[in-house]
């Protein structure tokens, strides 16, 4: 079983939609958590940090639940410039653990 | 600001040439990764530094693959004898250490093709 593991997709949604996306992790340890994002042949660029309480950054927000172990984002009012890989990272200690990434095309 | 720096670019070399891989980090940051990712596999950690010492480098594959860090503002990853499963994109990356709270900031990656 991978540590962390994401729905591959890809998610085809329409401009405007709302799209939510989870990711799962294995290690109880994990003490801090990231989405990235990634568009084709870039680097991974921070989203956002993931806090327990959950945290909203404009359209994006971001939730954590330890008991379940799963991160979530939600993206709100989805944009053509949205489409890319989204990748969700659990951290224990100093290891970054990347889940394969989910795939969005949004489509006007 | 200057983020992580690597070199080369893209980097295209035969089955058994040493290749060399070039990062330097985003100044003040205490540790720097070592990550590969392929279509198959995602992004693999192969090793991080913290102020330039190896702390883990489980995720080397074998012993063609070598990394160093004789300063803080610069690190090597080598591949001797390259071989066609190497081909990969190689990104670099460094945070402010500590507690794990702090993210990491890739570099651009250096697209290998061995052939």
């Known amino acids: 079983r991978k540590e962390v593991e994401q729905d591959p997709g890809p998610f085809n949604v329409p401009e405007g939609a709302t799209v939510a996306f989870n990711c799962t992790y294995s290690?109880?340890?994990?003490?801090?958590f990231f989405w990235y994002r990634q568009d084709c042949r870039k680097e991974p660029k921070l989203l956002m940090s993931?806090?327990?309480s959950g945290n909203e950054d404009g359209r994006f927000t971001a939730q954590l639940n330890r008991a379940s172990q799963y991160i979530s984002l939600l993206i709100r009012d989805s944009k053509l410039s949205d489409s890319a890989t989204y990748l969700c990272?659990?951290?224990?200690?100093?290891?970054?653990?990347f889940g394969p990434g989910t795939r969005l095309s949004v489509l006007p | 600001d200057a983020g992580v720096i690597q070199s080369p670019r893209h980097e295209v070399t035969e089955m058994g040439q040493e290749v060399t891989l070039r990062c330097k980090p985003i100044?003040?940051?205490?540790?720097l990764f070592w990550y590969r990712q392929t279509m198959m596999r995602g992004l693999e950690l192969l090793i991080y530094?913290?102020?330039?010492?190896?702390?883990?480098d489980s995720g080397m594959p074998e012993d063609r693959f070598s990394a160093k860090m004789p300063n803080a503002s610069f690190s090597t990853l080598k591949i001797q004898p390259s071989e066609p499963r190497d081909s990969a994109v190689y990104f670099c990356?460094?945070?402010?250490?500590?507690?794990?709270?702090?993210?990491?900031?890739f570099g651009n990656g250096t697209r290998l093709t061995v052939t």
């Open positions: 990272v659990a951290v224990y200690g100093q290891n970054f653990v």
């Open positions: 993931v806090y327990s």
């Open positions: 290690n109880s340890a994990s003490q801090s």
């Open positions: 990356a460094s945070s402010l250490g500590g507690t794990g709270n702090s993210p990491l900031h």
């Open positions: 100044s003040g940051h205490d540790y």
């Open positions: 530094f913290n102020n330039n010492v190896p702390i883990d």
